[in-house]
């Protein structure tokens, strides 16, 4: 993949981790819906919000970041976040009886994967 196309995947990866990180501090029921969860109560509330609003647009700035010239080291950071959120869901479901989330596995993995070429790739290519 040229690395202009490259660029343009990570940043609309960027985009929409981003967009959902707002999303859940502006609709975070319909946000948590979209992943399965109901949108809790009280202190649970504020960790639910708080956590995966900081986990998403992290994410996704750290892309949108790593997306421009000179900075594709960027993207091994939410590479590995996103990654890791793949390992963990594993083990929730190995160790704690959730149920096995394979699409989401399957999107935390391949986007994993792809920011991790990209930083190679672009880091590269200067």
């Given at each position: 993949?040229?690395?202009?196309r ?36 009280g ?5 639910q919000?708080?956590?995966f ?10 892309m ?16 590995a976040?996103?990654g890791?959120?793949a390992?963990?869901?594993t ?5 704690h ?18 920011l991790?070429?990209?930083?190679v ?6």
């Open positions: 993949m040229p690395t202009a490259l660029r343009l995947v990570v940043t609309v990866l960027g985009a929409f981790f981003a967009l959902q990180g707002l999303g859940w501090l502006v609709l975070p029921e319909r946000v948590a819906g979209s992943l399965g969860m109901p949108l809790l109560d202190l649970a509330r504020s960790t919000i708080g956590d609003a900081a986990f998403f647009l992290t994410a996704g700035v750290a949108l970041i790593g997306s421009r010239p000179g900075r594709a080291a960027v993207l091994y950071f939410p590479a976040l996103i890791c959120a390992v963990t869901r083990l929730a479901w190995l160790l009886g959730a149920d096995f989330a394979a699409q989401f596995i399957a999107v935390e993995i391949l986007t994993a994967l792809v991790y070429r990209a930083a790739r672009l880091d590269a290519a200067g």
